[in-house]
């Protein structure tokens, strides 16, 4: 089995729906029938392995995975031996530490001599040290957030995303420590097959990530416009200019990036152009 990819995704949780989309948007087409634990691909050579997140790095470090998909944060926890070698855009959220909401927290310091309730006592460990504080890593692998409120720390660590599940235990977010995302971590001893197959796989996610921040725009301008235009447009290349049926107004068609998007809209806007459609794109190879 020198020649086939076995990726393993999260089974069931926040990360295994994203995980699914994207290897099924780079083409690669499987079954994956409800409380499978191993699937074969049909059109690439790659089996897909579903375990818990915290099973993965392990799995990829011994070689009995050959890539998996995780978060940076119990990635970099489990601090196992793999290459980090793309980060994937999803599952955004940050790792930080949080007092009750009546403390005066004034900064680091004041978590001397305290008690830190995380699963996370690597990552917590090594930010306490760099900032010369020594606290007691209390390491609890859930419902971590409860621990100020029922006296079992004086403060937690834990991932937040949208904060209100601090909030709603009565903390405030007052470090952050780490932050992280989904990444695809690789092991270390691929055969020179397996190092080409996924030079292929992550050719195909960048063309799928990079047209998720483009989109395709086709316009009306007036021909005194084009310039003006174009230099919010310039494109892969450069744009497509073409004239319209009726003299003087030509359309130009060309990708803008979503990030600058309703700024540069805008500007196209008030420059003359009409009729613009914007239109997603598939897939985008530069
Ligand atoms: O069963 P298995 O072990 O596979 O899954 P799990 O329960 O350990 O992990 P899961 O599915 O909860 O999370 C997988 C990964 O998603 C994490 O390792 C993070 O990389 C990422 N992620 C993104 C999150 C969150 N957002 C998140 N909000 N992981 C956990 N949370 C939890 C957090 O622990 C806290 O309880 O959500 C709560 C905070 O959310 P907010 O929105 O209230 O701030
Ligand atoms: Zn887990």
Redesign the pocket.
Known sequence: MNNILRIAI??????SEDSLKLIKECGIRFDNGAGKLKTSATNFPAEILFL???DIPGYVEDGVAHLGI?????SEESDRDVNTVHKLGF???RLSIGVLREHDYAGVQDLEGKSIATSYPKLLGKYLSENNVKAQIHEISGS??IAPSIGLADAVC?????????LSNGLKEVETIFK?E?VMIASKHLTAEQQGLLDQLLFRIKSVQVAKNNKYILLNCPTSAVDEITKYLPGMKAPTVMPLATEGWCSIHSVINENDFWENIEKIRLAGAEGILVIPIEKMIL
């Open positions: 999260q089974k069931s949780g926040r990360l818990r997140d915290d995780v978060g940076e944060n119990v599952s955004k959220c971590v957030e834990d991932i937040v995303s949208s904060g209100s599940t601090l992280s989904a």
